[in-house]
């Protein structure tokens, strides 16, 4: 895959990169080693200043990287705004909680006269360098949620960004950078996919998140499997949204569209599969078929568009195909379901029900503003067609039912239940999945201890 800027609301190329050399990446890695050592021993107060600093600059740079979001992935402008914002929340809350989320432990039931000591406590200590291997679907957002602990942890960030994202990838380094951060504390690594063995492998290169596709996580890994090297991976999903009778209808409509076709439908936690209790199913359908209908769909730049074109001319073949294989085996297209003439990679929202397991899209991810809807007779079908996917990272329940919200928190297979509102990420929640959308939490406590040493320190009597 090229490294470029493709614009998916026009085709045309904005800007190409070449791939860095082997001896830059040999310098680069060496960089971060070394600052590294020095880094790793400053205070959280230091750390702390330097990532408000950033936030204050990421705040004044909004419009324009906005803008170069937009450009390259085809997110609504609004969208790309908000997304910056985001992230200079993520930084502020990191830089004020960092030291309290890595404050020195007592290990819970221990007595220290047990283990023959006078005192033992745990230290969270960093762990190195770190390759983030990130997606282009929320171009700041997922880099941030990684660099902000990892920097205050005291580790130090090489990112290698989708091929596609390349300016938002460099706009980064140069963001750590002007805040102050030491050189080689935040470097971008414009390489592609096949270069990711060779930096993991790398010596100095300590542990791996990715974020992205299962084939992609499959193949990193493996090779930090072999390495022994601690990886995160946050994967794809699938998430159900379930409606149940006590539900307030039209409150979970309005919200399943924005669930379903925010960053134009291209989110992991988007809910991609309505399951809807036969009680309100056509009360349900009607309006959330209205309001897929009813969304703007158009040039990003414009400031009323909400769903914009997909981020490139594959993404929107994949999509095209899923919906035409379930059309051809007998889904029912309700709104949307057609390839639009033109330039640009647009596919409009659509909804498909009588969707059943044959179906690619039954077990696939649909990566864009698809949604299916699928009728359940009771609480156990719900929950059993909810767990039906091989993914698991978020859920969505719209139920008042007490009884109802204990089932399925007890039994839903995913990193998130969300009762009577949208999946959202927030710095202090965990996120992340069980089964193929992958293991280990970003964000709170446990995303930042995720790259620490847990050290265990005991003193003798
Ligand atoms: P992708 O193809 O897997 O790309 C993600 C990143 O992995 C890119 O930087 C890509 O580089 C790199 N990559 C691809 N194949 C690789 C390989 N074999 N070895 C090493 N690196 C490799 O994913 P995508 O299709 O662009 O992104 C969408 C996917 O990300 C969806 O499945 C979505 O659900 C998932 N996602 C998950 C989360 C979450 O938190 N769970 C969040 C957002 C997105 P190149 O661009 O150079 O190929």
Redesign the pocket.
């Known amino acids: ?1 090229p ?1 470029a800027t493709v614009n998916p609301a026009t085709g045309e190329t904005l800007e190409t990169y070449d791939a860095l050399s082997e001896e830059e990446i040999e310098r680069r890695l060496a960089t971060a080693d070394s600052t590294f050592r020095t880094y790793r021993t400053t205070s959280f107060d230091e750390r702390a200043r330097l990532l408000r600093r950033a936030a204050e600059l990421l705040e004044e740079d909004r419009q324009d990287i906005a803008r170069t979001m937009t450009s390259e992935m085809g997110k609504p402008i609004t969208q790309a705004r908000a997304e910056a914002d985001k992230c200079a929340k993520a930084m502020r809350w990191y830089a004020d909680h960092a030291a309290e989320l890595l404050a020195d432990e007592e290990p819970a039931g221990h007595d220290v006269k047990d283990s023959g000591g006078s005192r033992a406590y745990v230290r969270y200590r960093p762990l190195g360098p770190v390759l983030a ?6 171009p700041l957002w ?1 880099v941030v949620r990684f660099a902000a602990p990892a920097l205050m942890a005291g580790n130090v960030g090489l990112l ?6 390349p300016q938002t990838a460099l706009y980064l380094e140069d963001l750590f950078r002007r805040a102050g951060f030491p050189e080689g504390c935040f470097q971008t690594l414009l ?4 270069a ?2 060779g930096v993991l492998r790398d010596r100095r290169v300590k542990a791996a998140t ?11 890994a493996s ?1 930090a499997s072999d390495e022994i090297k601690k990886t995160v ?5 699938s998430d159900p949204f379930v409606v149940m009778p006590s539900a307030d209808v039209e409150r979970a409509a309005r919200v399943a569209v924005t669930a379903r076709t925010q960053n134009t439908g ?4 988007a809910a991609k599969r309505f399951i809807v209790h036969e009680d309100v199913y056509d009360a349900f359908t009607e309006r959330f078929v209205e309001g897929m209908k009813a969304l703007k769909v158009g040039d990003p730049l414009d400031e009323d568009t909400q769903v914009g074109p997909l ?1 490139s001319e594959r ?1 929107r073949d994949d999509l095209a195909e899923l919906v035409d294989d379930a059309v051809e085996h007998g889904a029912t297209v309700l709104c949307g379901g057609e390839r639009p003439d033109g330039p640009g990679a647009y596919y409009p929202p659509t909804v498909l029900a009588d969707v059943t397991p044959e179906m690619r899209i039954h077990q696939e ?1 649909s ?1 864009g503003p698809v949604a299916t809807l699928h009728r359940v007779a009771g609480l156990d079908e719900a929950v059993a067609v909810a767990n039906d996917t091989p993914f698991g ?1 978020s859920s969505n329940v719209w139920t008042r039912e007490e009884a109802d919200i204990d089932r399925f928190v007890r039994d839903l297979e995913a990193g998130g239940v969300y009762v009577n509102g949208m999946t959202a ?1 927030h710095p202090a929640l965990p ?3 069980v089964k193929r ?2 293991y280990g939490r ?1 964000l709170s406590g446990h995303g930042i201890r995720e790259f620490c040493n847990i050290t265990t320190v005991w003193h003798g009597a």
């Open positions: 895959m490294i291997v990130m997606p282009w679907n929320f997922q290698k960004h989708a091929s596609n994202v390489i592609g996919s096949s990711v063995e990715l974020t992205g596709s299962e084939p992609a996580g499959r193949s990193v090779v991976l946050e994967l794809g999903g291209q989110s992991c936690i981020s993404g991810e990566f990272l990420s996120f992340g999945g959308s992958g970003e």
